[in-house]
């Protein structure tokens, strides 16, 4: 066995982190008969003075990814799983507070939203309401994200959803557009507007002086916000119609101040009906997969610095 | 150019169908201010008079599957779709009746649901209710399935739904299993029981001359009695919930008269968190991806005769 | 707790089966320093005398689906992997002939291939030819596929491919078709044929004492003969290349009587760039995801009976 | 229709792009009967004086999606496509010299490649050799990218490529890590080491006085040499393998200032199967889903300011 040692050519390590992605953890809560769940899929990122580990393979500052994995599922069982955002600080306060080596922790998470199955009436009264106090049906919807970052110092936490799907069937309109000789677009005074929505949103807590916000309250008033101003505004281009969703965040909650938007514009085509003697009267579309317009944007409270990456897709 | 003639070898051709697979067609329907809307995935499948297509490559008998593409979304406008089944009806009918070579066709439709977005109050007065009767968000969950099959006589209509995924945290055990010399399972006696729905129900309608079912309500109830099925059963294996959930929907449809389950053992592995000094008490699981117990079966009225396929999953 | 026991409605079971599905063993097999390996996905569908588990839940009769696991992997160590089709011949038959209940074995398998990294010619010398005989990169491309369905008596074999994307860039045309109020379509005299082949053959061979295939070499003529059968073919329809693809495989290969495949057209639409003073002379085309066309037959041997099921896809 | 203006609160607007993405372009060169394929997907990014879209939405500054994407099909007939990095060269410099508001524009490509199916000996007699110069196969394996980014003065070219999976069935230890209280992790002295390789290299050439790389052989050139590195490094840790890597890279292709991975640690466990009486002597490997390690790192020449995003993969 050789070891490979640092080469002496001029190349030298960059900005690196390491961790156990994906990590699938359901945490269920006993309140009596009354089960409450949390379903959620946790990646741990830790940076910090690693170098060694790259340059000869030494792991003597390396903590194993797969501790990171058992970290997360003692953790649901230390802590309880309150919200995700609250378990990501858990999580990062620990790795950066026990471990010398290890600088900053990135926690990130992805939440899975489950509603309850009502019971039928006849069997309810049969079985004992409190029988059926345990069953559960996955909602479906948005992905609601959220990612905490600690550098042992100051916190980031930047919460957010991906994979929420809207429409709406009018009040959209897109013409008064630049036209070059490749233009060939036809412009539209009553369209379909209709996006899946992608939102990663910064809290401006830091400090753990300060009082934290109310993650869950939150989470649910900001999706309420964007889809109300998503319905609500009569959009000329569907850059107005993500500002709007931004800037009604922004002012509805104090507790936050960037949103960034990576909207892609579902295009439904009105299908010409002609050849077969009908007329489409905003009627009958074809929903298309690909190309789609990508819109996206950083909404902010004036003298604030940008602080989500412009990238919400991959590269 | 060359055209190839069937070959002297004793190779002949079987079954065989062609169409266009995958129209997304979504169709705006608008009482007054408040619009409706249908989304739907839909594929054609035409089979008849097809050998000489595929012997010498004459397209004298194909209608082309543009064509049928054409249809679905003329058809959208020409019947509107009052339900997926009832669409699929119109179409089969047609491919049947208006194209002497074509024998049988098989229409299959995925249905995607969407919600409508609540307004905010303050707007609501503002821009008045009527304003947003056209703002929706896809539902997520589930998708809603129907293959509609005719042959110039008589109908077969099977619905369902694909991706439901439901949980019970308690109230399921697994043990007294037989046990081999590679049996290392251990009984359990309260564990959590997941799949992911996939269901297929068949309509003994298939006649015009009869009354047809009311599609939209019947879905609603199949769906209700089913997850109400997953819910109350106190289940000692996923054949059992698997059963109870057929017969509940047989016993309280009289126009179905077979269901068939593929359903998934979506593993939650409690977690060892002795080593860490912490019992776990139920409480904190490990979602496993892969491999999951498959189970399927049908389940039908007695005297019926097995339609739907065994394998609603790919080989 | 409560056992649920069979209702008195006239609702019975029909077909049923169950198992471990997606069971991903790799198995290395070191020759000297020269390692070979073998990828698969295994999934074991048992049925049998499992009616009771049904309807009382009684696990008497059931070999639980985690012993099935253990025994894909404790098999890969007895038997090792000489091929899929080898593999799932040992795992079926030991289900049937272990277990009195179980009647029949179906046994699905994908297999993921490799192919070795080349060293470089430098580093060869330094460290030896041998040091680098266990470095693969996975060969990406198509799927093979096999199931093997065993009820005691007699073998069924089922091998084929998925994902294997061909296109011809000419030498395809299409026209002469049937025109209705519904076709807007033109001809065309010169057009890409694409598609992302599935096929399926089932071998003759199901008797114990006749002389197994060779599976391994069996598969790359097949392959072969289909992709040659694709290019050469020059084709007025994708029902023509199809059927083509398979003649040639069934005269090719003696010991396979039947091939089913679903063959989506991949449309490739030619680009209109009149609209830019440009002329698209068959050079610039747009690749459709959706909808496509969807071509399905069966070619078989004259004489046998057709047993490939009809549907590959979903419902 | 009420336009909506600007709020009065203290909202503004951050960095902003648009554009149509995902615009699948398929080229066809023929040489003779020979024909050579381009299959690129291609998304294209533009930033500039947008303020009042997002504001008001007039769409004054607005060349809209749909002319990006006219645009890509007219380049590919107008430039051809020579690589996918000369193609976005063209694209990027068009958007930013033809329209005064346009400021940046970002042109993302992925390429697939394919490979010449091979003729029967018999038919290419018969046909002639050339008849089959025109029929392709999808190589599989990875897919390429590349990242254009001009902003009038200079340019940024980052290429790269995903999904490509590679695995040492040996030469694989990872001991000497850090045990803590939540450590359970076995020391391994032989391990599988596989991982997908997602990898992005910035490109030091900027300027256009400057002679640019020979993109093609530029690619194929990291690619084997990323590949022997993989294959020839003893490994103590992925991080060791990833760095040598990338300073293998560095170190071979003057071209090339920085490199990027992320490199999933796909596991493979050794398969205990003392249970059934049987030694498992590192030849039967279970292939994990999730959870996963994740080790991504940058790799750059001293000296050099790192550009490459540090999160290839999505919050």
Known sequence: MAVNSRPPHPVILGQNQYGKAENRVVKITRDGATHHIKDLN???ALSGDMDEVHY????????PTDTTKNTVYAFAKEHGIESAEQFGIHLARHFVTSQEPIKTARIRIEEYSWERIETSDANSKFIGADEVKHSFVRKGQETRVTQITYDGESWEVISGLKDLVVMNSTNSEFWGYVKDKYTTLPEAYDRI???QVSARWRFNWSDDEEKMPSWEKSYEQVRKHMLQAFAETYS???Q????QMGSRILNSRSEIDEVRFSLPNKHHFLVDLEPFGLKNENEVYFAADRPYGLIEATILRDGCEPKI??????L
């Open 56 to 63: 000869s393979g030494s792991n003597a500052n390396v903590l």
């Open 42 to 44: 946790v990646s741990v």
């Open 309 to 314: 990456p412009v990238d919400l897709t991959n």
């Open 236 to 238: 000329l281009s569907l």
């Open 193 to 195: 507007l209709a996006t």
């Open 240 to 243: 107005q119609t993500l500002y």
